[in-house]
């Protein structure tokens, strides 16, 4: 019997029970043992053993201002001190304001005045967002999202996620989504630009509205079964998939044409990931519903949130107890999320992440010519890919990947007379991408390490 007051285990007795009584239902388990690390700081994980690892997936995006930053944690200690816990019935000080820098930072982008409302992750945000938008459409049930797209795991959530195997053993609540062609260039069609190939998907789209027969539309009223788009401006566990400028306003009109909601999911390439504090600030568009969450609180607490305007989330049309979580607004989240927004708006932060972004990008570039087996590159800010290839560079290589991922996980990579080791993420259609989220903290000097890094990952794996 395992007493927990007084054993200090190692690994191995660990890991048997782990076996024994963890269910592995809460996990990813990309490898058959995961590693188990013991500290962390700035970009760097590191184990019982003290080898360091660079990360380069910061808890899938979650921890964008780096491990155990000074600033926020000492706000998540001083809340410790004074005001911890309060039951949501109350109100307190740090909620107030945070919703009203977001929702007037989004006023004064979007042009619209609107409101938010917390919970506690990303998919349960994306819950209370299909309450929004049936709420605010008279009920309507049918939503389009993206192939490729990820917006949770919860049974409302994965009913927009195109991967099957998230639905394969539970099914879902509500109608499946229609799921719409993204524009993933360099898997796209021959011949075309990226921005022909943006315009050829929003074409595609607006055809289902032509006739009535194409089961979206009611052409004599002119109403459409659909409530809304949900997307990701940049698609995430997609394998960081960037549009070209155009798509996104093209798609918009067509959206407004048939009274559809556009509802934008944030919560994995928000908080500054891409240069912006929101992704689609690229894109030129306005959202009627914004999703967010992961680096809200930079990992240190478990808070997300929807923006939505105020014709759909006011207290007339969403009144008290429309949706609810314990936790939703919980003040020690709340209070490091106002620092975290506080903070980066002090300087210019997006400038500085795009500088970032445009140097790793150069860097990926530049192993790229030496490595066929790196199909594609591209970025947006500090989120990038790398799409692993077979030497033809378009083949997907999968295999190759894990390898590499694995490898990385040794600790044992020596640059420069001293050994780390490298945290990668996997994503993709095919996982075969790597997806790129280093910390926006992430300095010149350790860029040029993660690059090394992959170069000898690459050396050890190939062939």
């Known amino acids: ?212 027969y194409n089961g979206v539309l009611d052409t004599k009223t002119g109403e459409a079964e659909y409530a809304a788009f949900y997307i990701e401006p940049i698609q995430g566990t997609g394998g960081y998939v960037i549009p070209p400028p155009n798509f996104f306003s093209e798609l918009k009109k067509i959206l407004d044409q048939h009274g559809i909601l556009l509802v934008v999911d944030e919560i994995q390439m928000g908080m500054w990931r891409t240069g912006k504090l929101w992704s689609i600030e690229h894109f030129g568009v306005q959202p009627d519903v914004l999703v967010f969450g992961k680096a809200l609180t930079n990992g240190l607490n478990p808070l997300s949130g929807v923006w939505a305007r105020e014709e759909l989330i006011n207290p007339e049309i969403f009144p008290p107890g429309s949706t609810h979580s314990t936790f939703n607004s919980n003040p020690m989240g709340t209070a490091v999320a106002l620092e975290t927004l506080r903070m980066t708006h002090e300087v210019d932060y997006g400038a500085q992440v795009l500088e970032k972004g445009a140097y790793f990008l150069e860097g990926l570039k530049d192993l790229q010519k030496r490595w066929p087996q790196i199909g594609d590159v591209d970025g947006l800010g500090l989120a990038l890919r790398a799409e692993i290839c077979e030497a033809d560079g378009f083949t997907p290589n999968k295999a190759l990947l894990n390898r590499m991922e694995a490898e990385g996980m040794k600790g044992d990579i020596e640059v420069d007379g001293k050994r780390y080791g490298l945290i990668l993420d996997v994503g993709g259609y095919y996982k075969n991408v ?5 910390s926006l903290e992430i300095t010149k000097d350790e860029i040029d390490l993660a690059l090394k890094l992959l170069d000898a990952v690459l050396r050890r794996c190939v062939g």
Request: aromatic share 14%; with cysteine.
């Open 1 to 212: 019997m395992y007493d927990a007051e007084h054993a200090v285990l190692d690994e191995a007795a660990l890991r048997e029970l782990e076996a024994q009584y963890c269910s592995y239902g809460d996990t990813v388990h990309y490898l058959p043992d995961p590693k188990f690390f013991d500290g962390c700081e700035g970009s760097f994980m590191y184990d019982a053993q003290g080898r360091q690892f660079l990360d380069l997936q910061m808890w899938y995006s979650a921890v964008n201002f780096g491990y155990r930053n000074p600033r926020l944690n000492a706000v998540a200690h001083r809340q410790l001190d004074t005001l911890p816990q309060v039951a949501s019935q109350y109100l307190h000080r740090e909620k107030v304001e945070l919703a009203a820098m977001i929702a007037q930072d989004a006023e004064r982008k979007f042009g619209r005045k609107g409101r938010v409302h917390f919970n506690v992750g990303g998919a349960q945000a994306v819950e209370d967002s299909l309450k929004l938008v049936r709420n605010g459409t008279g009920g309507k049930q049918l939503m389009f999202a993206f192939e490729g797209g990820y917006h949770g795991r919860t049974l409302g959530a994965s009913a927009i996620t195109s991967s099957y195997r998230y639905r394969r053993r539970f099914g879902h609540f509500s109608d499946r989504a229609q799921f719409i062609e993204f524009p993933y260039h360099f898997r796209g069609p021959k011949g075309m630009t990226k921005e022909e190939y943006g315009h050829d998907c929003v074409q595609k789209f607006a055809r289902l509205f032509e006739t009535e």
């Open 434 to 438: 790597i997806t790129l989220a280093p």
